[in-house]
C-alpha cells in the first residue's frame, strides 16, 4: 500500500466512449502525475500538477483531460481514445513538485486500459 | 523524451548471485532514482542519490554516479527470486519539475 489509489483497475473501452481514471493521494503531497506505460517503451510523462496548477502537459493529446481539484485528486478523462491508448496508466504524487528537483515519487499500482 | 538507458535490458541470474545494471542518461541532473516494477504493478521507490553524491547504500542495493560519464550503476548483492521484476532509472533534470524514466532492466532470479 503506497498511499496512492487509482480506480478502476482494469478498463475497457469502445473508441466512442467517455470515461475517467481516478487518482487519490493520502499522503499530504502536493504535486500529482500521470504517466503513461505501453508495452517494449518507457514510461512517458503526461501531465504534472504542482499545487492543483497544471505545470506541464508533455505533448498529450486532447483526447487525454486532466483535472486536478485539491492536491489529493487527479482525474484523466478520456475521450474518442484509439486503439493505440491502450496502456497501463499510472498514477504518482511526490511531496514537492517544484523546479528544485523531485524526490521520491508515489506510485499507485495502476489502470489497465484497452481500447477496442 | 528518453532520458535514461538502462543496460542491459534483460539479465537471468541465479538466487544468491550479485545483479548488476546500469544506466546512462543525457542532460545534466539533480538527482537519478532507482524504481522497481513487479509485473503488471505500480513502480517502488529504491533508492535516490543526489549529483553531489557518488555511492549510496540501502540494505542490499549499492548505487553509484558517475557525473561526468553521466552513468549509473545498480548493485543487487545476494540475489533472491523474490528481486524478479523490471528496474528503471528516472532522472530529475535541472529545471525540469518531473521524473524521466528510462527503459528499464528485466531482471529474472532463478530459485
Known amino acids: 500500500e503506497t498511499g496512492v489509489t487509482q480506480t478502476p483497475r482494469h478498463l475497457v473501452m469502445g473508441m466512442t466512449n467517455k470515461k475517467s481514471l481516478k487518482c487519490e493521494q493520502h499522503?499530504?503531497?502536493?504535486?500529482m502525475y500521470w504517466y503513461k506505460q505501453s508495452a517494449k517503451k518507457p514510461l512517458e510523462l503526461m501531465f504534472v500538477y504542482n499545487f492543483k496548477e497544471q505545470t506541464e502537459n508533455n505533448s498529450v493529446p486532447s483526447r487525454f483531460s486532466p483535472e486536478c481539484p485539491n492536491s489529493s485528486h487527479l482525474f484523466l478523462h478520456l475521450h474518442t481514445l484509439q486503439p493505440e491508448d491502450s496502456a497501463l496508466y499510472l498514477c504518482?504524487?511526490?511531496?514537492?513538485?517544484?523546479?528544485?528537483?523531485?524526490?521520491?515519487?508515489?506510485f499507485g499500482e495502476g489502470s489497465r486500459l484497452t481500447v477496442l | 523524451s528518453q532520458q535514461g538507458e538502462e543496460d542491459p535490458q534483460a539479465l537471468s541470474i541465479q538466487e544468491g548471485e550479485n545483479a548488476t545494471m546500469n544506466c546512462s542518461y543525457k542532460t545534466s541532473i539533480n538527482n537519478l532514482q532507482w524504481y522497481r516494477q513487479n509485473s503488471g504493478r505500480g513502480l517502488v521507490h529504491l533508492i535516490l542519490i543526489r549529483s553531489n553524491e557518488r555511492e549510496k547504500h540501502s540494505g542490499r542495493l549499492r548505487v553509484t554516479l558517475d557525473t561526468s560519464k553521466k552513468s549509473s550503476s545498480l548493485l543487487i548483492t545476494a540475489s533472491r527470486a523474490a528481486d524478479t521484476a523490471s528496474y528503471f532509472c528516472?532522472?530529475?533534470?535541472?529545471?525540469?519539475?518531473?521524473?524521466?524514466f528510462g527503459s528499464g532492466t528485466r531482471l529474472q532470479v532463478q530459485p
Open positions: 499522503l499530504g503531497h502536493n504535486a
Open positions: 528516472a532522472t530529475v533534470d535541472t529545471g525540469r519539475r518531473a521524473l524521466t
Open positions: 504518482a504524487s511526490s511531496l514537492d513538485g517544484g523546479a528544485g528537483g523531485t524526490g521520491e515519487l508515489f
